[in-house]
């Protein structure tokens, strides 16, 4: 069965560093997003993407935020300069023209 | 059950019985809800979805229950197995145009006795 598959399962950084998480959507689909999750809490919407353009993000997707598909398969999120608060799991999502998004297995994110 | 910060509720059921988790959400736009489970280390699992002009939808040993006038959504699982245990997750998706992002609830905790 297509699975949404993320790497890496852990990237551990300093805070100020760059990081690039990395997806691969379902390789039909045409929708993609990020979400995260800081450690307990409730899975929050950071943006989606459709066509080659974000289509829509949420407070939390600031300037220091940006995604891109630098091909066919991969879907890319990176944080500029991380935060301490930037700490949490980041899921990946993918869909075809219907409503069900599949979640990728995420990104724990620590910054140090 | 709502959870406040770390807190999440618990549900703790025994083996074989049913379990009944609900979710309160708050937007009455919204077109269309899911059911996600959560195990430890893992990303959001589809369990069942639902759309507003419906009030219940069944699947294997699941039943989404959906009460618009009240915002509340409910998931039921029958004869609950140790599998089971996890963390639910309701979700919403409003019916906005180009409202597509799904916004998640705060969680469940399921624990199944053996």
């Known amino acids: 069965e297509p699975e949404v598959t993320q790497t890496p399962s852990h990237q551990v950084t300093q805070m100020g560093q760059e990081v690039i998480l990395r997806c691969v959507p379902i390789?039909?689909?045409?929708?993609f997003y990020w979400y995260r999750q800081i450690l307990g809490q409730k899975v929050e919407f950071l943006v989606s993407f459709y066509n080659n353009e974000i289509s829509e993000k949420s407070e939390i997707f600031d300037d220091q935020f940006s995604v891109e598909r630098p091909d066919g398969s991969n879907f890319t999120l990176k944080i500029r300069s991380t935060k301490l608060e930037d700490s949490a799991m980041y899921f990946c999502?993918?869909?075809?023209?219907?409503?069900?998004?599949?979640f990728g297995p995420g990104t724990r994110l620590t910054v140090l | 059950g709502e959870s406040v910060g770390l807190h999440l509720p618990t549900l703790s059921v025994q083996e074989g019985d049913n379990s009944i988790i609900n979710c309160a959400y708050s937007n009455s736009a919204s077109d269309y809800f899911i059911w996600y489970k959560q195990e430890s280390g893992k990303g959001p699992q589809f369990i069942i979805d639902?759309?507003?002009?419906?009030d219940k939808r069944q699947g294997q040993r699941v039943t989404v229950l959906l009460n618009k006038t009240v915002k509340h959504l409910s998931l039921q699982i029958a004869a609950t197995q140790p599998g089971d245990s996890a963390v639910y997750f309701c979700a919403e998706k409003g019916a906005d145009t180009g409202r597509r992002a799904l916004t998640f609830g705060s969680g469940t905790r399921l624990q199944v006795q053996p």
């Open positions: 639902i759309r507003s002009n419906m």
């Open positions: 999502a993918s869909r075809d023209r219907g409503d069900e998004q599949f």
């Open positions: 390789s039909n689909h045409l929708y």
